[in-house]
């Protein structure tokens, strides 16, 4: 072999040592870009049921706390100073009210703005008058507020909460 096969077959070398250096470090960043992009799907897919299951529970947390206000504004004699509405968080309402108990059995942080609703006598029955304890509000889905920032149209973004229980008073003269 000749210097100059010598040095033809050097430089090959090289070049291909070079060649495949620079292609393990783009392979490197090849797979950090895939990895950023299947992740970035991967958190959607996992985030939208989540977000639905959310707006479920904060349903079911309304429709308990209605509940519990109802059976304590049933059972409470003083309940004629205690209709109307508040909102969340019902500070200013007395500490023992139904509006201030319902309002402890339910998140503000879920539903921001939330009003609860006591109302007497429901209807126009003399005999067992019922009182109904509503709370209400609009759940706002993080999700479309994220899609709603990427320019994706559309009011999807809340949706509305309403949760309302009845139950006969029971602090009223015989009938």
């Not at 958190?43 to 308990?64: E, R």
């Not at 109302?119 to 889905?141: E, I």
């Amino acid at each position: 072999m000749g210097i100059k096969a010598v040095l033809w077959t050097s430089i090959l070398d090289r070049l291909r040592f070079a060649w495949r250096r620079g292609c393990r470090s783009s392979a490197k960043g090849q797979a950090a870009v895939e990895f950023t992009l299947v992740f970035l799907l991967l958190i959607v897919v996992a985030w939208i049921p989540a977000d639905f299951g959310l707006a479920l529970y904060t349903g079911q947390l309304a429709q308990n706390a209605a509940r519990e206000g109802a059976r304590i504004a049933a059972a409470d004699s003083n309940l004629l100073a205690q209709t109307g509405t508040c909102t969340m968080p019902c500070s200013s309402q007395p500490v023992k009210s139904v509006m201030a108990e319902t309002a402890k059995r339910f998140s503000s942080a879920l539903m921001p703005g939330a009003t609860i609703t006591v109302d007497y006598p429901v209807g126009t029955v003399v005999c067992n008058q019922l009182v109904r304890v509503r709370v209400g509000g609009n759940y706002n889905f993080f999700f479309y507020r994220l899609l709603k920032m990427f320019g994706v149209g559309g009011n999807l973004a809340t949706t509305s909460v309403v949760r309302e229980t009845t139950m006969r008073w029971e602090h009223q003269a015989g009938c």
